[in-house]
Nanobody, 129 residues
Framework: EVQLVESGGGSVQAGGSLRLSCAAS???????????MSWFRQAPGKEREGVAR???????TYEQSVKGRFTISKDNTNKILYLQMNTLKPEDTAMYYCVADFDCLPLITRWDRGEHRHWGQGTQVTVSS
């Protein structure tokens, strides 16, 4: 079974940058290459939401509030997913989760839907004003 481990979270001031990483194991390079990978986040008291998604063709989708600030990318050789976050805002504060989605559901699909989604444990991002 695929396992995902996130890293790179931390505390930063508004306007700063962070790069999140997600290392995958328990999956072949070939399957990883064609797997849709996403980042979700959950702020205190809020519903978990999709932030960015990259599919097997490298096409990307972003949640509206992060467009132009966040960039999702994949290293298929090393099976690592990235999320480059620039111009961070206090409202970006959340626990960020890496997701492997073998059904390749749209990013807007509710987080609790999709029986073939696999989740990491999350990494905390805190942005202070």
């Amino acid at each position: 079974e695929v396992q995902l481990v996130e890293s790179g979270g931390g505390s930063v001031q508004a306007g700063g940058s962070l790069r999140l990483s997600c290392a995958a194991s328990g999956i072949t390079n070939t399957r990883y290459r064609y797997t849709c990978m996403s980042w979700f986040r959950q702020a205190p008291g809020k519903e978990r939401e999709g932030v960015a998604r990259i599919d097997g063709d490298g096409d990307t989708t972003y949640e509206q509030s992060v467009k132009g600030r966040f960039t999702i990318s994949k290293d298929n050789t090393n099976k690592i997913l990235y999320l480059q976050m620039n111009t961070l805002k206090p409202e970006d504060t959340a626990m960020y989760y890496c997701v492997a989605d073998f059904d390749c559901l749209p990013l807007i699909t509710r987080w609790d839907r999709g029986e073939h989604r696999h989740w990491g444990q999350g990494t905390q991002v805190t942005v202070s004003s």
